[in-house]
């Protein structure tokens, strides 16, 4: 497999609902073909905290929902890891025995965490097309902050959680003319009857006490941006990145007032409030405590460096929980000199290379910033996918790639951009073969049998030779290069040299080194970047006139004469990250949204056959059988994408409990099957419902179901493009599944 990967950073956007017309954030959709079998660590990337009898509960954003139990605060243990929804954003409430998260465009997920080992979504509120930002939950009602992609309007929509599988919007009220923060915090309270929300720049006092119809008392400008907010009695205190801490007077709703303003000098991340004792995280790691009886004159309890980072924080009575890369415990029963009680690494950060040999997995791992340990390499069992376990470690330089030979030769580039071969027979005790230390910067590492490609390029101050150096590997302990091809970069297939220069594609015979012809070309587009080549295919992601992003498949079976089978359109700013062909797939990543897998067994009609969003950022990914194993900075993961690639995947015969099968196809055109299993004969019913909720159809009326397989064909004629819910009640359980309709 020869490919060529130029990383360009961004903001990654992918659109498959047919909404390129909006300029959305990010719009995702439910995973499809491509299933989660294992994976080993996760990190936390910061995130809310809600502490609720002991358990901790942290929504990381794209790390997943942590749950840890505090009884002995001393000794945090870590409860289960989720990840299993995209998270666009970080806040959380918790009632209960339900946990309420916002994830941005995939809306308010309802999470049943009874048993934390356990937590099972129940079910999830999206508004369409809307950006879901923070939650809060008093008694029966759940209040939901939602802003639009421009951000400049925001609503706040009451929902009817007396049901937690069924949520009810009731009431809502548009906050328009305002400006949102895109990628700050939009924070809310709620307290006896009225809601405080909290925007950049301005917060809205809006009555609740009727929930069909919620009124704006008043607003306020508010100094500062990215606030959080917290109440104490008849004030309302927010904090600001720029370090702003503001006391407002809402005695009288109607007439809001700015008391006072506390410079805190550097970022204000969080705010916490014990009686009249103010906590106030600050980013760079300080705890400020302010005794706050007199707001217009707070006195000064504590200043401390007590953690690390920005983060949130929760309290309770005794101690205080700040998250951001770790967990801290902090002890706050003496105000006055606050005590670190204990610190909780979730373990790795940072993988950001994998490779797949044999029965092992070698990854990658860069320290976080908490840590001085050196870089590590580490070795995976991956013998039972479901259960990867890691079996060794060993320090070492970091790699920027790793390949490996028959299992036992380690090839790496690192971070010095040197070229090493390593025997690692014995893991313990590593051989350095080779060491090929140039000035050079070297990128790009390809193994095809006896030979390794390397693209060069020139080191600091223009030192060193610029092209591709191909060399003899046949004896690992002195690589010969067999020549050199100057001002030349590209990929290998065959015969022939891919190149780009960004304005046009140039194929080079290369089959005699001492004449190397170009042969063929294009430059058809504007722009060419990024490139892999398989078989007769050449995929370029090119742009299109108008600055789209677009994949475009060259027929190359006639090197001299490469010509277009197929434009695959992206939206705008959807840029993948790697490229990877594995038979008649190319497989896409995008480092902020996740994997996506493209049928090309007909060239010229592409077909999207699987998606999924990894909860980390892509940084590698390797492919053994129908296994991706993706290494996404807080996750070594990995997929089963037999679905994607047309393989069956057998169902259980006999189920030993009730069984939903997945919906299929999905996503669909027009006619899908809805299967599921009865272990017993029971009361079932089957409806469909639109991303906000409402009842469409009724597929299968509530009714007496013998046990076995049973099955419904579904015809989406009419209805619109988009997502849908399936909703199963089996004898008063009830299982959601999402289907996507593309038309």
Not at 441 to 468: A, Q, S, T, V
Request: charged share 20%; glycine share 6%; with cysteine.
């Amino acid at each position: 497999m020869m490919k060529l990967n130029i990383r360009l950073s961004g903001f990654i956007i992918i659109v498959v609902l047919l909404l390129m017309f909006f300029h959305l954030d990010s719009i995702s959709q439910e995973p499809f073909g491509i299933q989660q079998v294992g994976r080993l660590y996760k990190s936390l990337n910061g995130g809310n905290v809600v502490i609720r009898n002991d358990i901790a509960y942290v929504n990381s954003g794209k790390a997943g929902l942590h749950i840890f139990d505090l009884s002995d605060p001393e000794q945090i243990t870590p409860v289960v890891y989720f990840d299993d929804y995209q998270s666009s954003d970080n806040n959380l409430d918790v009632q209960e025995n339900i946990a309420f998260l916002t994830t941005g465009y995939n809306g308010l997920i309802i999470f049943d965490v009874t048993d934390p080992e356990n937590p099972n979504i129940t079910s999830s509120f999206c508004a369409d097309r809307l950006f879901t930002t923070d939650v809060k939950v008093v008694e029966s009602l759940a209040y939901v902050l939602s802003r639009e992609a421009s951000g400049r309007t925001a609503w706040l929509q009451l929902l009817n959680i007396d049901n937690p599988y069924e949520p009810l919007l009731v009431g809502q009220l548009d906050l328009e003319r305002i400006q949102v923060g895109r990628y700050g915090y939009q924070r809310l309270i709620v307290f006896e009857d009225i809601c405080y929300v909290v925007f950049d720049q301005i917060m809205y006092l809006i009555d609740v006490a009727d929930p069909e119809s919620p009124q704006l008392i008043s607003s306020i400008e508010v100094p500062g941006s990215h606030p959080c907010i917290i109440k104490s009695e008849e004030l309302i205190i927010t904090g600001h990145s720029h370090g702003n801490i503001n006391f407002f007077d809402i005695s009288n709703p109607q007439e809001p007032r700015l008391i006072n303003t506390i410079n805190q000098e550097r970022s204000v991340s969080d705010l916490g409030l014990q009686d009249s004792l103010l906590f106030v995280k600050i980013n760079n790691g300080i705890i400020h405590v302010l005794d706050i009886s007199d707001p217009e004159n707070p006195e000064d309890v504590f200043t401390g460096d007590m953690s690390w980072g920005s983060g949130r924080i929760g309290l309770t009575e005794d101690y205080l929980l700040n998250i951001s890369r770790r967990l801290t415990t902090i002890d706050i029963s003496h105000p006055d000199e606050l005590t670190s009680i204990s610190v909780f690494n979730t373990g790795q950060y940072y993988i950001h290379s994998s490779h797949i040999a044999g029965n092992c997995a070698y990854i990658g791992h860069e320290p976080d910033w908490l840590n001085s340990e050196t870089n590590t390499l580490i070795r995976i069992d991956i013998t039972d996918p479901s259960r990867p376990h890691e079996t060794d470690r060993r320090n070492s330089t970091s790699y920027n790639e790793i390949e490996m030979v028959d299992e036992h030769l380690l090839y790496v580039l690192d971070l010095d951009n040197d070229l090493r071969v390593y025997d690692v027979s014995d893991w313990q005790n590593w051989e350095m073969l080779f060491h090929n230390e140039t000035v050079e910067f070297e990128r790009e590492l390809f193994i095809n049998g006896d030979r390794c490609y390397l693209n060069l390029f020139p080191g600091w101050g223009n030192n060193g030779r610029n092209g591709m150096s191909i060399m003899d590997i046949s004896n690992p302990h002195q690589l010969e290069e067999v020549y050199f091809i100057d001002d030349i970069h590209g990929s290998v297939w065959g015969d022939y040299l891919f190149s780009s220069d960004g304005s046009i594609i140039r194929i080079y015979d290369i089959s005699d080194p001492d004449r190397i012809m170009e042969v063929g070309y294009n430059d058809d587009y504007a722009i060419y970047w990024e490139f892999v080549v398989s078989n007769d295919l050449l995929f370029v992601r090119t742009h299109d006139d108008r600055s789209r992003v677009q994949i475009v498949a060259f027929d190359v079976s006639n090197p001299y004469d490469p010509t277009v089978r197929s434009e695959l359109q992206l939206p705008i700013l959807g840029e993948p990250d790697e490229m990877i062909i594995y038979e008649q797939h190319l497989i896409l990543t995008f480092a902020d949204e996740g994997i996506y897998i493209y049928d090309y067994t007909v060239p010229e009609s592409p077909q999207l056959v699987g998606y999924r969003h990894t909860p980390g950022v892509i940084h590698d990914i390797d492919i053994s059988g129908n296994l991706l194993y993706v290494a996404d900075e807080t996750n070594f993961g990995i997929y089963d994408f037999s679905e994607a690639l047309g393989v069956t995947i057998s169902k259980p015969m006999f189920p030993e409990t009730t069984f939903i099968n997945t919906f299929y196809p999905n996503p669909f055109n027009d006619r899908g099957v809805a299967e599921f299993y009865l272990h017993k004969s029971g009361m079932v019913s089957l409806s469909l419902h639109s991303i906000t909720g409402r009842q469409v159809e009724n597929l299968i009326p509530l009714s007496g179901m013998a046990a076995g397989w049973h099955s419904t064909n579904f015809n989406a004629k009419g209805r619109s493009t988009g997502t849908y819910f399936l909703k199963y009640d089996i004898d008063g359980q009830f299982y959601t599944e999402p289907i996507l309709l593309l038309k």
